[in-house]
């Protein structure tokens, strides 16, 4: 076992949604993402010109491998010195070949780590379905791969949204003491919101999480700015049939109507996301910014983690207690404004798959 703090790992897949890199891409990851889900046509071609305002390329790799970067750096610092890889879900590199990569330089255990912070069947088990398919390729016969945990209540992550929020909120309350508060995240399919967390007793785990996030983050903003903060939970980027219930109110909506109560600025922030992929620069930047423009309201955006060295360091230390857990060690629960993260919440049937029962990587064994 190599003798060094992430012991016994020897590498990192930094575990990714993809996105397309050029024009031609664009049509083949769509597919890719909706294969077999029934999003009508329409919604596709609707998408598809979201990335086409954007040359046809979305910014989530670079900000992926950017991340990598950042956190191989960090490790190395700590005195691990291992290879920090992206692999995604449905665009190059993809996991199986980023996974074969790093078992061609000589890895024989790695940790992999999500771009998703939430739990939910989108941002958890279809991460474990998607390595155990990887697992799959012979070229990773004898790869022993486990996974972080969702990491939405440790420090790394809803620290530094706090910080965020509370710098962007002080200086807009400042031009405009009437200024409100939406946190934003991926709307998801109601019956996929019923059915995340872990178990039964933790039903709608996406959606009362958030919250949870949100009402803490306002509790520390009104403590530090000294009057009363408060923000609401709003959604973007749904699909699906529109007679399908999906997680509401959707932002752009949610402004329209503060607009009317009279509201002349609007933080938004969102907490949904680590990186600023499409769903920021299109659907935050560019849809909600243009609704809220058309009603005379002010928007700020607050900035998403990305590569915040607050983000990096605390990412650093969760791999570091999965390595601890690996050992046999036991590290406390890492936890931020009483918002804990459990030691071992991917249980084998949390964030259960809707449509088919498939294979997934666990989490803990
Ligand atoms: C919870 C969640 C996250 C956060 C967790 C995570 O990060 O994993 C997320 C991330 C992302 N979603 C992304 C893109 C897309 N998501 C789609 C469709 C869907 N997302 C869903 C949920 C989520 N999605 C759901 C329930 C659907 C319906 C179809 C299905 O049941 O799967 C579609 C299809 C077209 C459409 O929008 O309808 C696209 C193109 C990108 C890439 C952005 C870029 O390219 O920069 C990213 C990071
Ligand atoms: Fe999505």
């Known amino acids: 076992m190599a003798d060094h703090p992430l012991a016994p790992f020897d590498a990192v897949l930094l575990h990714s949604f993809g996105g397309p890199e050029g024009p031609e891409e664009v049509l083949p990851f769509l597919r890719r993402v909706t294969g077999g889900k029934g999003i009508p046509d329409e919604r596709l071609r609707e998408v598809g010109q979201h990335y086409d305002l954007f040359g046809g390329r979305s910014p989530i790799n670079e900000l992926g491998r950017e991340l990598a970067r950042h956190l191989r750096a960090e490790l190395a610092d700590r005195g691990a010195e291992v290879p920090v890889t992206l692999g995604n879900r449905h665009s190059p590199p993809f996991t199986t ?12 255990h790695v940790v992999a780590l999500r771009t998703s912070a939430w739990r939910s069947y989108s941002g958890c088990r279809s991460y474990r379905e998607n390595l155990a398919d990887a697992l799959e390729d012979p070229r990773l016969d004898g790869l022993a791969v486990d ?8 420090p790394g992550f809803a620290a530094t949204n706090a910080e965020l929020v509370i710098d962007a909120l002080a200086e807009a309350l400042e031009r405009d003491p ?9 709307s998801i399919p109601d019956a996929m919101d019923l059915t995340s967390g872990p178990g039964e007793d933790e039903e709608r785990d996406y959606s009362r999480a958030h919250a949870a996030l949100g009402a803490a983050i306002c509790d520390e903003a009104s403590r530090r700015l000294g009057r009363e903060i408060t923000g609401e939970l709003t959604f973007c ?11 509401e109110p959707d932002v752009g909506d949610r ?7 009279g509201a002349t600025s609007v933080v938004v922030a969102p907490i949904g996301f680590v990186s600023d992929h499409m769903e920021v620069i299109y659907d935050l930047d560019t849809e ?3 609704t809220a423009e058309r009603v005379g309201v002010r928007l700020v955006r607050v900035p998403t983690v990305g590569t915040d060295p607050r983000f990096v360091s605390g990412l650093a230390d969760l791999l570091m207690d999965r390595a601890a857990m690996a050992r046999g060690e036991s590290p406390p629960p890492r936890s931020w404004a009483g918002l804990t993260v459990p030691p071992t919440p991917c249980a084998p049937g949390c964030c259960p798959n809707l449509r088919e029962a498939r294979p997934a990587l666990g989490d803990l064994r």
């Open 255 to 261: 402004i329209e109507e503060l607009a009317a109560e």
């Open 237 to 247: 980027s749904r699909s699906g049939p529109p007679t399908m219930a999906w997680l």
């Open 147 to 154: 996974q972080v945990s969702p990491y939405y209540a440790s």
């Open 97 to 108: 070949d980023a996974l074969a990569e790093l078992v061609a330089g000589g890895a024989d």
């Open 288 to 290: 909600a910014a243009a």
């Open 178 to 186: 009437d200024a409100r508060l939406l946190f934003v995240t991926h």
